[in-house]
């Protein structure tokens, strides 16, 4: 009972392994994906899932150091990051991931200032869920995909507290004395008997980056740094059994990234290949920060008249700041006659909803089975300009109730599996009359409340062609919003008002994939293809240097391979994968796709590979990630992108007093510059930046 069951029904059944091949651990068939809000088995469901262990998070979080840059390693489909706390661009399949905490999302469609993959520290994280794919399994959000990380489970029948410590030091190739990090964390828990308990504490301070020409990575000031940063967290989890089959439990976490605001940004030459820098100097204002706090309260009952019930209600307050300046949109002469007004922006957004599910099987239809439920969210958001108090973004409230239904029907002796559903979005928006900044004219506009209804369906098949192998297809629907936020604040023609002037209806997405899967023996193998189209795709166009939002027809397609190895030789696997993707959208309003997706919006194509080595106390990985270069079909050559190939190293002794690691990032000490940084705003020298060089990470881990 302490493992929670799925919680609750599916709106998508989105998930079949064709990524399991980087997937750790026993009979992959036991593992219950939560996210998926089911209790069926991975083999009747009928889309890409890719689940990373806990070892995994462990060991990719030493040579990485955030849980997006985890996901971004080990999922070949989804984009590589900025290496900045700003995630813009950071794709999964050609679109935006929806994140979650075990259920809870993170991500804030609203006014997205895509900060959401940074909270929560991976210490607390036992393992990550990815679902591929255009779904609304988890509601609004998840047009490339789910992310969701699932916190550890309480202790199940044990003596004492169990838990686990955690130190670490890591350092710049040339161990340049800003650059060095520390991290730490603790966890235990306690069965109690019917009640259990676990309390949890991290903590991480990072140092200045470093490239691999040994400079300082240059500092991104306005959308915020993981660098030269300090992070902390707190975490809870306590459950209680109310019977045999009736259960209770209360999750808490609290994740809080602050800059520390040591240095500035020295301009780099994109003519001269020269990256941006960094030198010691004081950041103006307030430092740029992510804090979150996420609460959820799930109740389940496993024989409620025969079925499976879940109930979850839960909280998300989230709250980033951005850097400042001395921009033209701040400016207002009744402040500051002088127009040299100085001010910074920050996102905030509450988050309170419930899920409810059940599911049952119909005894007189032999493997039928019905999954019904009901889902709300009300998000609050606003941007506010915080030294001023102005609202960038007026306060905007997003409500949303949702019933859906699915039903499944396995066959053959469940060698045949067949799904079907539909989901019903009825929301609304709530905006007062506001107004727009000095720089928009002012300009008063009126309030209103536009709604929109929004039906999405789904249906897809697994068919076990033989032993180990799987077939499967599948169709399915997701849809995000337009980033409302950035519409609203930019309002500069008058007499508008909110009911009228924008378009509220929902960017639906629809996912097409076949696949195949092979698991037996010591082989995994999968292949997976996929076509992804948007009659009004939501896009990040460069507008006079800000990225706005423009809805133009999207199509974009893909093929994804993973395979896994156990080698004859004890001990030693081989694994890899592969992701190939095409985006074009729609730049002139006909109808047709005419234009490559740029960098902004879609990934290069990438090959993963690995050689794991365990053997007695001993365990050794050597990985790599190779970008593979993409050409635009944009005006010249500016925005090509070219590849670059980073390798990681990873070794553990498991000594009496605990696991001693050593982790080397970027082995090779690879000088590049980023995927962002080379496709997007091509003329820009602020935002030319390298990515890391070497970096040296030594722990020492303790589970009692």
Do not use: C
């Not at 948007?534 to 133009?552: K, N």
């Amino acid at each position: 009972m302490k493992s929670l069951l799925a919680l609750g029904s599916a709106v998508f059944l989105g998930v079949t392994g064709s990524a399991a091949a980087q997937t750790a651990g026993a009979d992959e068939e036991e593992i219950v994906v939560t996210a998926a809000r089911t209790a069926l088995p991975r083999s009747a469901l009928p889309n890409t899932i890719q689940i990373i262990d806990e070892a995994t998070v462990d060991q990719q979080a030493q040579l990485t150091g955030s849980a997006a840059d985890v996901v971004a390693s080990m999922v070949p489909s989804f984009a590589p990051t900025r290496e900045k706390l700003s995630g813009a661009g950071e794709t999964l399949r050609g679109r935006s991931p929806l994140y979650l905490i075990d259920g809870v999302p993170q991500s804030n469609p609203l006014r997205d200032g895509s900060r959401d993959g940074y909270t929560i520290d991976p210490f607390f994280i036992d393992r990550v869920e990815v679902i591929f794919g255009s779904n609304a399994i988890q509601g609004i959000g998840a047009t490339g995909g789910v992310v969701n990380y699932v916190t550890p489970d309480l202790p199940d029948e044990t003596e004492g507290w169990e838990g686990r410590v955690l130190t670490q030091m890591s350092t710049a190739n040339e161990f340049q004395g800003d650059g060095f990090g520390y991290r730490t964390g603790a966890i235990a828990g306690r069965d109690f008997g019917a009640f259990d308990l676990m309390l949890g504490a991290a903590g991480q301070s990072r140092g200045a980056f470093y490239d691999g020409d040994g400079r300082r990575v240059g500092i991104d000031g306005a959308q915020g740094e993981t660098q030269d940063s300090l992070s902390w967290s707190l975490f809870l989890k306590a459950g209680a059994d109310l019977s045999p089959h009736r259960r209770i439990e209360l999750m808490a976490q609290h994740f809080e990234l602050e800059g520390d605001g040591d240095y500035v940004l020295v301009p780099g030459s994109r003519a001269a290949g020269v990256p941006a820098s960094a030198a010691r100097g004081t950041t103006p204002g307030e430092f740029p920060t992510n804090e979150i706090t996420t609460v959820s309260l799930t109740y389940e009952d496993s024989a409620l008249f025969g079925g499976l019930f879940n109930g979850q209600l839960y909280y998300q307050d989230f709250s980033s700041v951005f850097g400042g300046g001395v921009f033209p949109t701040f400016q207002d002469p009744a402040i500051d006659p002088t127009l040299t007004l100085f001010d910074q922006s920050a996102n905030n957004s509450t988050k309170l909803g419930f899920r409810l599910s059940y599911e049952r099987q119909v005894q007189a239809l032999p493997g039928f089975r019905v999954i019904a439920g009901l889902d709300g969210i009300q998000d609050e958001t606003f941007q506010e300009l915080i030294l001023t108090g102005r609202n960038w973004v007026p306060e905007t409230t997003f409500q949303s109730i949702a019933p859906f239904v699915q039903l499944h029907q396995s066959l053959l002796n469940d060698r045949l599996h067949l799904s079907g559903g539909v989901r019903r979005e009825n929301a609304n928006f709530e905006v007062d009359d506001y107004e727009t900044l000095y720089f928009y004219g002012p300009q008063t506009v009126g309030g209103g409340s536009p709604e929109f209804e929004e039906t999405l369906t789904n249906f897809g098949a697994t068919f076990e062609v033989a032993d180990g192998l799987t077939a499967y297809s599948s169709f399915a629907q997701g849809f995000t919003m337009a980033d409302i936020g950035r519409i609203l604040r930019a309002v500069n023609v008058p007499g508008q008002d909110v009911d009228t002037f924008i378009d509220v209806q929902p960017v639906v997405s629809d996912n097409t994939e076949v696949g195949l899967e092979w698991r037996r023996g010591p082989l995994s193998a999968s292949a997976a293809y996929f076509w992804s189209t948007s009659d009004q795709g939501a896009l990040l166009v460069l507008v006079g240097g800000v990225y706005e939002v423009e809805r133009q027809r999207t199509e974009i397609d893909g093929l994804e391979l993973g395979a896994t190895w156990t080698t004859p030789i004890e001990g030693l696997t081989l694994s890899g994968g592969y992701a190939m993707l095409e985006g074009r959208a729609d730049t002139n309003g006909d109808g047709r796709v005419d234009a490559d997706l740029d960098g902004a919006n879609i990934s290069p194509d990438r090959i993963n590979a690995a050689v794991d080595y365990e053997r007695g106390l001993w365990g050794l990985r050597l990985q790599t990630r190779s970008f593979l270069d993409r050409q635009f079909d944009d005006p010249g050559s500016a925005t090509d992108f070219d590849g670059y190939t980073l390798i990681d190293a990873f070794a553990r002794y498991r000594a009496p007093f605990g696991d001693i690691s050593l982790a080397v990032a970027n082995l090779l000490d690879e000088q590049y510059v980023t995927y962002n940084s080379q496709t997007v705003q091509p003329t820009s020298d602020t935002r030319f930046f390298a990515g890391r060089g070497r970096v040296i990470t030594i722990g020492l881990e303790r589970r009692f």
